[in-house]
């Protein structure tokens, strides 16, 4: 990036631009809260295979993640925005035919599809805020980034509801109206309740075509990595074991955020509360992360450094689980929902620890560690098999070894790494 594009008028401009693609990536990420228990509803599914639209979400970071790179290259980081924005475009409008079939094999492509735009802007546009200023205060920086992702993300379950619900209660109504229905009015019902996601979806569809020719038209500045010496060359990602580490660790830290978010309704039901009690847990979730966000803003690095945060977000997180297994009821769906209070500091920390010494091979360790996403595919289905062979309940026990691997990098293994003459700037 060129230098005038980091005087202090500029870097606010881009941190505003690249703030609202971070709110988009909250909107399309954590409205899965809501889809999850819609799906499972509408498509009459067990808890594991309702947990597949978190799978379907993620797994396309691992698939896509150095395809994703290679694009960058080719097309430039602002390019490369605002083509992830069209793609993610192209998922939404695949849950048209998908909620007028009620096929949930289709949705589950639309949301792939979606995931797919999203790892090429994540890919972009998390290097382009550690890059952005020092490497000592890039957790912060990406802290006020996680803020407009959990904004989004707070108010996209509630938006969703709102529009594909006619009254407060309904959900709960049709539940109960459905253990009584014959076969023929449940398919209506359902298939009712189902195309209600097209008018959301085309809405959804059109704002990110919206924006993606906002960002065209933008005088975002650009950015490349520099270019690789024949010295340079040989050393390739496998020769930093630090940004290896860094990549399990996002596949542990993202694993446990979206367990807790995308589980915390159904298990709201199953501990006796209504749809309608239940919806709400999820946005208290992303609004605790908010306060924690802001507190790594203000603390980060002046008070605390980034390693040590990591290290009492993870721990703190060991606490709250071992809480949520003694209790019971909504006391326990509180303790769940306060995990989001750690959980939110995990991903800025690890990301700029991971990257740190890179120099011209930021992009490539960027993918690296956006293939660790896929870590919201594989736990929360961990975390399904586990609810469906004992229960919701005892299936959190999962997220101790995942936080307990978080201290181990914090501690460790994020000192592991080659020297390089230059760090990020």
């Not at 602002?78 to 998908?98: C, D, E, H, R, W």
């Not at 904004?151 to 459905?178: M, R, S």
């Not at 010496?229 to 993202?254: R, T």
Request: glycine content about 8%.
């Amino acid at each position: 990036m060129k230098d005038n594009a980091r005087a202090p008028g500029n870097t606010i401009v881009i941190m505003i631009i690249i703030g609202s693609l971070f709110f988009v990536f909250g909107f399309v990420t954590w409205v899965n809260s809501v889809l999850i228990p819609y799906f499972r509803l509408i498509c009459e599914l067990s808890i594991q295979q309702a947990m597949l639209v978190a799978f379907a979400f993620y797994i396309s970071y691992f698939v896509m993640a150095f395809p994703s790179s290679f694009i960058l290259k080719r097309t430039g980081y602002k390019n490369g925005m605002m083509l992830g924005l069209l793609v993610m475009a192209v998922g939404a409008l695949v849950f048209v035919p998908a909620a007028n079939s009620r096929s949930y094999t289709l949705f589950l492509v639309g949301l792939f599809i979606e995931a797919t735009g999203l790892t090429l802007l994540q890919t972009a546009a998390n290097p382009y805020v550690t890059i952005l200023g020092p490497i000592e205060s890039a957790a912060s920086r990406i802290s006020i980034m996680g803020i407009c992702n959990k904004v989004a993300g707070a108010i996209a379950p509630l938006l969703l509801v709102g529009a594909i619900v006619q009254n407060p209660n309904e959900i709960d109504d049709v539940q109960n109206k459905l253990l009584t229905a014959s076969l023929a009015d449940k398919q209506i019902i359902l298939d009712e309740l189902s195309a209600r996601l097209v008018i959301p979806y085309l809405t959804i569809a059109l704002i990110l075509i919206a924006l993606g020719l906002v960002i065209r038209f933008t005088r975002l500045p650009d950015i490349h990595d520099e270019a690789l010496s024949f010295e340079q060359q040989k050393n390739s990602l496998l020769q930093h074991p630090h940004l290896l580490l860094g990549a399990l660790a996002i596949f542990c830290a993202v694993g446990v955020e979206v367990v807790v978010i995308d589980s915390i309704i159904n298990y709201g039901q199953y501990t006796g509360l209504s749809f309608r009690e239940a919806k709400y847990f999820a946005t208290y979730t992303l609004l605790i992360m908010i306060i924690s966000y802001g507190i790594g803003i203000v603390a980060i690095p002046k008070i605390i450094s980034q390693r040590n945060a990591l290290i009492i977000s993870a721990v703190f997180g060991i606490a709250l689980t071992i809480f949520t297994m003694i209790t019971e009821g909504p006391l326990s769906v509180w303790f769940i929902a306060f995990m989001g209070l750690g959980n939110a500091l995990l991903w800025p920390a690890i990301w700029p620890l991971s990257l740190q010494g890179l120099g011209p091979l930021t992009s490539k360790g960027s993918a690296l560690l956006v293939m660790g996403v896929v870590g919201g595919a594989i736990v929360p289905l961990l975390y399904g098999m586990l609810s469906d062979y004992s229960n919701p309940h005892m299936a959190y026990l999962i997220l101790i070894p995942f936080y307990a691997y978080i201290v181990y990098f914090a501690a460790s293994g994020s000192r592991i790494r080659i020297s390089q003459p230059d760090a990020i700037h």
